[in-house]
C-alpha cells in the first residue's frame, strides 16, 4: 500500500524512482478508507534528507499512510530553505486540536548540551505533553529517545568519552515482543551519538522494557507496555552513505573522528559502504505501524485519548 505525501515534496520524486508506492493527493481522496494519520517531528538539520529516510520506510506497509511534516516554531532551521519548511511544514499551534495515530520524533545535533538549555526545549515538552492525549503511539529516535526517557521517566544521558559512530551487532532481548516479530536473534543497526542511557537506570523504572541492546553500543530500543512509547537510540533510518557523509563532515571541521566501527570495507575510508541494516529498519517501521498503531489506534481518531 502507497504513503501519502504532498505532490511536491522532494522525497516524493525519489521515492518514486526507488520504486516505492506513492499515491497522489488527487487519488487518495477517491479511496474509501481512513488513511493512519502520522505526525513527523523533524529536529534535524537537514529535513529534506530526513524526511526521505522516514517516508521510504513508512512505505513499506499494507497500511496507507497519510504524514504531516511538523518544525519547532521556536527555532530557526540555517540548513533547510524557508519555502521547504513555509510550503510543506506545520507548527505546533498549527495541530494541537488535531488527534494521530502515530508520531515520529527525530534526533538533533544537540547531544552535548542539557535538555533545558536547547532553544526549543520548552516547545518540545508542550508536544510530548500533548502525545498523551492526542496520539496512539510515539516513535523517539535518538536524541529524541533520550530527551523522552530523561522526560517521561527522569533516566538521565551519560555523555560518552568518544562518539559512538557505526554499525554495531544487537541482540534481541525478548523474542515473544510484537515490536520484535520477524526479527533475527542478531541484526545490525547504525549509530551516531555522544551520549547514551545505562541499562541500570531504564530497569528502575517498572514501565520500561529493553527489547534489543549491543554489547558495544549499549541499549538500543526500550518500549513501555502497550507500546505508547518506542524508544530508538540508533539510526536505523540512515541511508548506506550517511555515516560516511558524517565522518569527512567531521573530517573537514577538524574535529579528527574516529573511524566509524564495522562500517567501511576494512575499516578504508576510501571504500564504499554497505548497507547491511535495511530490512531491520523495514521491519522495525512495519512492526510499528501494525502493532501499536493500526491494531490499536480507533478507527475514530477524534476518541483518541
Known amino acids: 500500500m502507497p504513503i501519502k505525501i504532498p505532490d511536491r515534496l522532494p522525497a516524493t520524486s525519489q521515492l518514486r524512482k526507488e520504486n516505492i508506492f506513492v499515491m497522489s493527493e488527487k487519488k487518495a481522496m477517491h479511496q474509501d478508507i481512513r488513511p493512519l494519520k502520522i505526525v513527523l ?43 521547504h519548511l513555509k510550503t510543506f511544514y506545520k507548527t505546533f499551534d498549527e495541530i494541537k486540536n488535531a488527534k494521530y495515530d502515530g508520531m515520529i520524533i527525530t534526533g538533533a545535533p544537540v547531544e552535548n548540551m542539557e535538555f533545558e538549555d536547547v532553544d526549543y526545549w520548552d516547545e518540545l515538552v508542550k508536544i510530548m505533553d500533548w502525545s498523551t492525549t492526542h496520539v496512539t503511539s510515539t516513535l523517539h529516535i535518538c536524541w529524541a529517545a533520550y530527551a523522552g526517557l530523561y522526560y517521561h521517566y527522569g533516566v538521565p544521558k551519560v555523555a560518552l568519552k568518544e562518539k559512538c559512530s557505526g554499525v554495531f551487532k544487537h541482540k534481541v532481548r525478548r523474542k515473544t515482543a510484537k515490536l520484535m516479530r520477524g526479527f533475527d536473534s542478531e541484526f545490525y543497526a547504525p549509530h551516531s551519538r555522544y551520549t547514551t542511557v545505562r541499562r541500570e537506570d531504564i530497569d528502575k523504572v517498572k514501565a520500561l522494557e529493553v527489547l534489543a541492546e549491543s554489547k558495544e553500543a549499549g541499549v538500543y530500543i526500550v518500549f513501555t507496555k502497550g507500546g505508547r512509547r518506542i524508544f530508538v537510540t540508533g539510526h536505523s533510518e540512515y541511508d548506506a552513505m550517511t555515516l560516511r557523509d558524517e565522518y569527512f563532515r567531521d573530517v573537514e571541521k577538524g574535529i579528527n573522528p574516529s573511524i566509524p566501527k564495522h562500517y567501511f570495507p576494512n575499516d578504508d575510508p576510501t571504500k564504499r559502504p554497505m548497507n547491511s541494516w535495511r530490512s531491520h529498519a523495514y521491519l522495525l517501521y512495519s512492526n510499528w505501524l501494525n502493532y501499536f498503531v493500526y491494531q490499536i489506534t480507533p478507527y475514530d481518531i477524534e476518541s483518541i485519548n
Not at 46 to 66: D, H
Open 41 to 83: 517531528v523533524n529536529l534535524m538539520p537537514t529535513k529534506i534528507t530526513t524526511e526521505t529516510q522516514l517516508l521510504r520506510l513508512l512505505s513499506n506497509s499494507p497500511l496507507q499512510v497519510e504524514v504531516d511534516l511538523l518544525q519547532m516554531d521556536s527555532h530557526k532551521s540555517k540548513n533547510t530553505p524557508s519555502e
